[in-house]
């Protein structure tokens, strides 16, 4: 079997699971090719010397034998991860050595059993919906992308911002707030989560618009359809504001007008046994947890 391996940095703390997997790998016969700034960041700081047999920059260089992708460090990393993928039908999973590990879900003390389930072929696949943002300037270049959300945000005042809302050219609201963000049924665990919007499982064909500290407080999240397309015109009294997309984010002068939609193309990821969704969030979420003594 030939993997591919992405990451960005990691602490030295982390060398030794680090090493442990490269060493599980040789074991099991599993030639990799590895993330070059990663590969060489792990030769300079980690005492580790990968045995691989190439390195790759973008998806694109990953030749077709390449069968999953394993994104080593927290959910940041790995919302990179798949979206350096782009329209690649390489399923990604992820090792964690983040936090809260909500997509990179691999316990460090599992990783043994991962990979005996992957080469014994117990998984299945997911496809999650990615976002796409247009917009005059292309800040954002070829990597227009988000996985979880896309925010629009106030960045140099305390002011609110306005956000005139279009749904298919259907005027939808004016959203008079901090800010407002699009997101996936990924990312409903995510940024919107924490401002009050719903939780969707990964394969709703939706998205969910959530206000963020919205001045009327009848403004409630909605969750509308992922065939539609959203117009957002934005105004306020400084002189940007914030657009993210999951953990990138750029400045556009006001007034700006932003387009969003579903891409066209699926983000793959692998689900191993004892890995659902609902398991998911009753692990990272403390659900079902009765913490009242």
């Known amino acids: 079997m030939i993997i591919a391996i992405f990451g960005i ?6 060398s030794s699971d680090l090493s442990r997997l490269f060493d599980l790998l040789k074991e099991r016969k599993i030639q990799y090719y590895m993330y070059r700034p990663f590969y060489e960041f792990v030769k300079a700081n980690c005492r580790v010397q990968p045995e ?15 069968r999953f992708l394993f994104s080593i460090g927290g959910d940041g990393t790995f919302l990179q991860s798949v979206l350096t993928l782009k329209n690649r039908t390489i399923p990604a999973i992820g090792l964690n050595l983040g936090r809260l590990g909500f997509l990179s879900d691999i316990a460090r003390e599992d990783l043994d059993k991962a990979i005996d389930d992957i080469l014994e072929g117990r998984f299945e696949i997911e496809e999650r919906s990615v976002l796409q943002l247009d917009e005059s300037k292309q800040l954002f270049g070829d990597f227009n992308y988000a996985l979880n ?58 998205l969910i618009i959530t ?33 993210s997309l999951d953990s990138r984010s750029q400045a556009i002068d006001f007034p700006g007008e932003l387009h969003i939609r579903k891409a066209d193309f699926h983000v793959r990821t692998l689900k191993l046994p004892g890995h659902s969704f609902f398991s998911t969030l009753r692990n990272k979420l403390m659900w079902g947890a009765d913490k009242r003594n």
Not at 215 to 239: A, F, K
């Open 9 to 14: 940095n990691i602490d030295s703390a982390f």
């Open 52 to 66: 691989v047999k190439g390195l790759f920059n973008a998806g694109n260089d990953l030749p077709d034998e390449v």
């Open 149 to 206: 959300e896309i925010a629009i945000t106030k960045l140099d005042t305390s002011s609110m911002i306005s956000v005139h809302t279009y749904l298919n050219e259907e005027y939808l609201n004016t959203y008079w707030a901090d800010g407002l963000i699009i997101s996936t049924p990924t990312g409903s665990t995510a940024y919107s989560l924490s401002v009050g919007g719903p939780i969707l499982t990964p394969d709703s064909q939706s």
């Open 211 to 243: 206000p963020i500290a919205p001045h009327n407080l009848t403004v409630r999240p909605i969750v509308v359809p992922d065939n539609i397309s959203l117009r957002l015109q934005v105004e306020g009294r400084g002189h940007q504001f914030l657009t």
